[in-house]
């Protein structure tokens, strides 16, 4: 396997798999030991990068290779609406609007919305008939909800209060960038 090596002269004490461009992922870890794994690699991969396209979208392929998510990826907050940001994953829709789908709701309700069964969810918005269960992980900047993370899978019931914590902490750090 060939490391690549980003060029971050000015991060002398970072060890090799944090400035890697290589994810370290050790197989068949729980969800929650995984997130744990994968938070100060994303830190890494994103510190000192100012511009917020690059972060997001790094941030998605993580998740997504860390975790083989269905779909995984950003809404922005541009005035009155969601629009779709870097993801990973099939085509979706381009934009939400405040209150609609589990995106918006999420938004409108400043917290993060676990949803077991999409269909059982009233006003999903299905980007695919594939998606069967969503977790939607609000960004806050000075306590305002600036971003939405969607997190989608083909399989009911499939994340829990770990894929929350983990995607929450996650979340934190993405605050940054905007
Ligand atoms: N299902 C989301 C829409 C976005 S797609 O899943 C990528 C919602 O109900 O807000």
């Known amino acids: 396997m060939r490391l690549l090596r980003c060029a971050r002269n000015d991060l002398p004490e970072l060890t090799i798999n944090t400035v890697s461009e290589t994810l370290i992922l050790t197989p068949n870890l729980p969800r929650a030991a995984r997130y744990a794994e994968l938070h100060p690699q994303v830190a890494a991969l994103t510190a000192g990068e100012p511009d917020q396209t690059a972060n997001l979208a790094n941030t998605v392929a993580a998740l997504r290779e860390a975790f083989g998510f269905f ?14 940001g870097p993801f990973q994953g099939p085509v979706a829709c381009t934009r939400i609007r405040r209150g609609r789908g589990v995106c918006g709701t999420a938004w409108a309700e400043a917290r993060t919305a676990l949803v077991p069964d ?8 299905a980007c695919s008939a594939a998606s069967k269960s969503e977790i939607v992980v609000p960004v806050f900047k000075a306590g305002q909800v600036v971003a939405v993370l969607d997190v989608d899978s083909d399989a009911l019931n499939d994340f829990d209060a770990d894929d929350a914590a983990g995607l929450e902490e996650l979340m934190r750090l993405a605050a940054a960038w905007f």
């Open 71 to 84: 779909w995984v990826g950003f809404y922005v907050v541009k005035g009155d609406e969601l629009v779709l």
């Open 118 to 125: 999409v269909e059982a969810f009233p006003g999903h918005i």
